[in-house]
């Protein structure tokens, strides 16, 4: 599959399961996963950046519109996407030219999962941040931050691990 | 020349990173106005239609559990109906002009019965979506409430669709009374547990005992008074404090609420009204 038809295909999925399953999701209370910025961590290395950004837009603005939460998830997710090529710079050396999406071929796997945990914490640290939007409850938000980034950064390593190459 | 480029690109990302990042703060902030979102949030037709869909799906796997809710509410007002029929019978013959008989005007109340398409009970502002909106005669500010008790306020409405602030929403609080003493304070979500809320505004010398009711106390408009808020779950006074910290267990479980019915206050214009005159 072309990787351009690939990513449309992974943006619907990816929103559609996150509104209509990972968000009715309430487990202990604190966890809820976000599943769908595994969009922008599994897009080509060398997209550009002002596209990436845009994307990222997208994405959360569709997720936002879906769950009451106009603007939260499209910050969140422009945020993490502007960093998202320093971080892949920090941990890897891709040369000029090669354009491989980021997995645990390409990255090796202590890269990547040094990648996903770190994106997925920044995400979802801006994300709690903004909901609460004052640092009232600071330990239960801290708890929300650190067990749903545990849960997202476990779901989207296992569906990584299950692709053969 | 080529250095000059190359730095403008670069910057350009950073200029477009800043504007996306502007709108959508924007975007956050004007939310607080919430009306204003009606646009984008889930009132939206299609997303609605969407929910309504999933939705109808997950009915499926509840319709038990409805049925015997309904079942028992039927007896209920069965019951109700026959108990009032009996007292009416006693009453007749003393009555003979009909001026005895109006109902009070605090008590003209009528239900639009709706159904919840989207809710959630994690985050820290929960909404609830309804099936029914201004084409069904649903206003802002009315109450709405469950066979289990209080719900929440209808917050918008679209032509179709409304959206309700459940009381897991610390943008509300409810004025509520215990049944057993008429004390009343506010209900408050505290924002961490679905099942749970705070009650405010009681003073030290109050008795208390655990399982207490608490009631909506019909003094404000939007709720007539007696319909099941919670109970006491646990209530604690530092020995400095004058007021007590109250843990309220909701009477609705709001995970699994389906079924809702929106309170139409017949004589809310009359009393708005009034209240606005005496005022100025």
Known sequence: MPTVLQNIFRFLLLVLFQVLVLNNIQFLGYINPYLYLLFILALPVQMPRWFLLILAFILGLSIDIFSNTIGMHAFATVFVAFFRDRIIKLFTNIEEGNNPTPSFYTFGVSAYVKYVVLMVLIHHTTLFLLEAFSIAHIWIMLAKILLSSLVTILLILGIQSLKTK | ?280
């Open chain 2, 1 to 280: 020349m080529k250095n000059l480029i190359n730095f403008l690109i670069q910057y350009s990302v950073v200029f477009l990173f800043l504007f996306l990042e502007i709108i959508s703060f924007t975007l956050i902030v004007k939310n607080q106005d919430y009306q204003k979102s009606v646009f984008l949030s889930s009132s939206n037709s299609m997303v609605s239609g969407m929910y309504e869909w999933s939705n109808s799906v997950v009915e499926f796997f509840k319709l038990r559990a409805a049925n015997n809710n309904l079942s028992e509410e039927n007896t209920a007002l069965k019951n109700q109906i026959i108990n009032l029929q009996n007292k009416l019978s006693t009453l007749k013959p003393e009555v003979s002009d009909s001026i005895h008989f109006r109902i009070p005007p605090e008590m003209e109340y009528q239900f639009i019965s709706a159904k919840v398409i989207n809710s959630s009970t994690n985050k820290l502002l929960n909404y609830i979506t309804l099936n029914k909106g201004a084409i069904d005669g649903i206003k802002i500010d009315m109450g709405v409430i469950s066979d289990e008790g209080v719900v929440g306020i209808v917050k918008t409405v679209s032509k179709r669709f409304s959206v309700v602030i459940p009381l897991l929403n610390p943008k509300i609080e409810i004025s509520c009374k215990f049944k057993r003493s008429n004390y009343s304070g506010g209900l408050l979500w505290s924002g961490q547990d679905y099942r749970y809320a705070n009650l405010t505004d009681i003073a030290r010398h109050v008795q208390l005992t655990l399982g207490d009711t608490l009631i909506t106390s019909g003094l404000t408009s939007t709720f007539p008074e007696g319909i099941p808020a919670g109970t006491i779950e646990d209530f604690k006074i530092k020995e400095s404090d004058a007021y007590y910290q109250i843990k309220v267990k909701l009477a609705v479980n709001f995970r699994t609420l389906s079924h809702v019915k929106v309170i139409n206050y017949l004589n809310y214009q009359e009393q708005k009204e009034l209240e606005k005159k005496s005022e100025e």
